[in-house]
């Protein structure tokens, strides 16, 4: 008799910029079928700005602001947007064997979002899933997912937001105006919504991982046990690190052209130029 599914858990801690991208990727890469489905909790131990596989680096981003403000830019290989990344928010990560997912894809974000779901819900936030892939408060987004097909695994990527720096936010991005910027900014305090502002003693981040990794259990009906990559894994990350490192992939053309900046799956800021 076969006891319940086992999956690892990788609890990293603080990393740098480029080892909280890099960590989920390399495990990817690396995965056999000897290899445990494996969930991730990181933190970035600085800020920086991650962008999504096929954005085009100059077309989305302040370059200069990030570079005077000493903001790394890395590219992910998943999709979605230019987002500001910093310790306020606590990544998780699954690393999986596509079999063990469902088919469909938007059926895999459901999967995903229960057990954040379940964790805010616990901790006095009452988030529900809104797809295709965002988490909401009252119609405000207080977490958004990401899934891709990364070497041999399937991967999906979120995250738990304890507090939110709208005004970099809005600086990060290449506005064509003042007036877009602002609007960005307005924007993004009006629909973002995050643990400080939702619960008058916010859970430390220690104890939001324990509780999301008892929901984890629950949802996926499995075992979690604590382990850190292997050789091989660390071998495959560290080549993932310097990769993600190499600016001439970090400034590779992009195709994707976005119709403006995504605040949430509702919410666009757009710019027109007209005369009159």
């Given at each position: 008799?076969?006891?319940?599914?086992?999956?690892?858990?990788?609890?990293?801690?603080?990393?740098?910029?480029?080892?909280?991208?890099?960590?989920?990727?390399?495990?990817?890469?690396?995965?056999?079928?000897?290899?445990?489905?494996?969930?991730?909790?990181?933190?970035?131990?600085?800020?920086?700005?991650?962008?999504?596989?096929?954005?085009?680096?100059?077309?989305?981003?302040?370059?200069?602001?990030?570079?005077?403000?000493?903001?790394?830019?890395?590219?992910?290989?998943?999709?979605?947007?230019?987002?500001?990344?910093?310790?306020?928010?606590?990544?998780?990560?699954?690393?999986?064997?596509?079999r063990n997912l469902p088919v469909r894809v938007e059926q895999r974000f459901a999967l995903f979002a229960r057990p954040l779901v379940d964790t805010y819900h616990e901790v006095g936030v009452d988030a529900r899933?809104?797809?295709?892939?965002?988490?909401?408060?009252?119609?405000?987004?207080?977490?958004?997912?990401?899934?891709?097909?990364?070497?041999?695994?399937?991967?999906?990527?979120?995250?738990?937001?304890?507090?939110?720096?709208?005004?970099?936010?809005?600086?990060?991005?290449?506005?064509?105006?003042?007036?877009?910027?602002?609007?960005?900014?307005?924007?993004?305090?009006?629909?973002?919504?995050?643990?400080?502002?939702?619960?008058?003693?916010?859970?430390?981040?220690?104890?939001?991982?324990?509780?999301?990794?008892?929901?984890?259990?629950?949802?996926?009906?499995?075992?979690?046990?604590?382990?850190?990559?292997?050789?091989?894994?660390?071998?495959?990350?560290?080549?993932?690190?310097?990769?993600?490192?190499?600016?001439?992939?970090?400034?590779?053309?992009?195709?994707?052209?976005?119709?403006?900046?995504?605040?949430?799956?509702?919410?666009?800021?757009?710019?027109?130029?007209?005369?009159?």
């Amino acid at each position: 008799m076969t006891g319940p599914r086992r999956i690892r858990l990788i609890d990293a801690g603080m990393l740098s910029p480029v080892r909280s991208q890099s960590i989920y990727h390399g495990l990817a890469r690396a995965r056999t079928e000897q290899s445990p489905d494996t969930i991730v909790l990181a933190t970035p131990a600085e800020p920086y700005v991650s962008i999504g596989f096929h954005q085009d680096v100059e077309r989305e981003l302040d370059v200069s602001y990030c570079e005077r403000e000493g903001l790394p830019i890395v590219r992910r290989e998943v999709g979605g947007g230019a987002v500001y990344l910093d310790s306020d928010q606590l990544f998780v990560q699954w690393i999986m064997n596509p079999r063990n997912l469902p088919v469909r894809v938007e059926q895999r974000f459901a999967l995903f979002a229960r057990p954040l779901v379940d964790t805010y819900h616990e901790v006095g936030v009452d988030a529900r899933f809104r797809p295709v892939n965002d988490i909401h408060v009252d119609g405000k987004k207080i977490g958004g997912t990401g899934a891709g097909h990364v070497g041999n695994a399937e991967v999906l990527v979120g995250n738990f937001l304890f507090d939110f720096d709208t005004e970099r936010m809005a600086r990060i991005v290449n506005a064509p105006s003042a007036a877009f910027r602002d609007a960005v900014r307005d924007h993004l305090a009006c629909y973002i919504t995050t643990l400080a502002r939702e619960v008058v003693d916010p859970p430390d981040p220690s104890t939001v991982a324990g509780l999301y990794r008892n929901h984890c259990e629950h949802v996926l009906e499995a075992e979690l046990f604590e382990a850190q990559p292997t050789a091989d894994e660390m071998r495959e990350i560290e080549a993932v690190d310097a990769r993600f490192l190499d600016t001439s992939f970090v400034h590779r053309p992009g195709g994707l052209v976005r119709p403006g900046v995504k605040i949430h799956e509702d919410v666009w800021v757009h710019y027109n130029d007209y005369e009159s």
